[in-house]
């Protein structure tokens, strides 16, 4: 029961999170989703960082790194909102925005990952 009271807070906070940030990140861009793009670049770098240094450095324990993970960052990435958002760029006939949003998300995220392990291993 612990670990789930740890990850509906961490839902909390993350939530909050992602509004303010993707909020920042936009601020005042209307076609491009500019502000999920980031949250899950973001979102993508710290959980990667997070599960390596857990596996690799053991710095974190199981409750911190299932709130961290599961809770902040479960609700602060953004998928669902990437799917919307992308649909609505093809239904605007916005194809060369869609595909940037499609490629550069995917590519954000894996480099995200990337990024997250390289330090992590490194340190």
Do not use: C, D, H
């Amino acid at each position: 029961m612990q670990l789930v009271l740890l990850i509906g807070a961490g839902g909390f906070a993350g939530a909050i999170l992602r509004f303010w940030v993707s909020g920042w990140i936009q601020n005042g861009l209307v076609t491009f989703p500019l502000g999920t793009l980031g949250v899950n670049f973001i979102g993508s770098f710290l959980l990667s960082l997070i599960m390596y240094l857990s596996e690799f450095k053991g710095v974190f324990t199981e409750e911190t790194r299932v709130f961290l993970t599961i809770g902040v960052l479960g609700s602060f990435t953004t998928m669902s909102t990437f799917g919307y958002e992308s649909f609505k760029l093809l239904e605007q006939n916005e194809l060369g925005l869609f595909s940037l949003n499609v490629v550069g998300s995917v590519a954000l995220a894996l480099l995200g990952v990337y990024l997250g392990r390289l330090i992590s291993v490194n340190l």
